[in-house]
């Protein structure tokens, strides 16, 4: 069992930066792809960002593609998302995912944390 709790969600203007965190605890981090998925009000949970168990390769989808990006440190079993340049579309709960192998879909990720809000104000 891997267990994720994300933080470092809020209110910010457009144009603004934030960055999430994911802790995890559980089962080997370093082991572990990770990746982040969003949820806006009334949409379906969405792709964000991945990253591979080495951090070595990274995907992102083409609305956050040079804005966002995912990183790790292993040694203190965390996942982050650096969002910059926040729009108000990027409103949303965000969530974070582990899997053994990294993927797109959300039925390809075992674990998930519980969310975390982020509000962009235009």
């Known amino acids: 069992q891997v267990q994720l709790v994300e933080s470092g969600g809020g209110l910010v203007q457009a144009g603004d930066s934030l960055r999430l965190s994911c802790a995890a605890s559980g089962r080997p981090f370093s082991s572990f792809a990770m990746g982040w998925f969003r949820q806006a009000p009334g949409k379906e949970r969405e792709f964000v960002a991945a990253?591979?168990?080495?951090?070595?390769?990274?995907y992102y989808s083409d609305s956050v593609k040079g804005r966002f990006t995912i990183s790790r440190d292993n040694a203190k079993n965390t996942v982050y998302l650096q969002m910059n340049s926040l729009k108000p579309e990027d409103t949303a709960v965000y969530y974070c995912?582990?899997?053994?192998?990294?993927?797109?879909?959300?039925?390809?990720?075992?674990?998930w944390g519980q969310g975390t809000q982020v509000t962009v104000s235009s």
């Open positions: 990253l591979s168990w080495s951090g070595g390769s990274t």
């Open positions: 995912a582990a899997d053994i192998e990294v993927g797109y879909r959300l039925d390809e990720y075992d674990y």
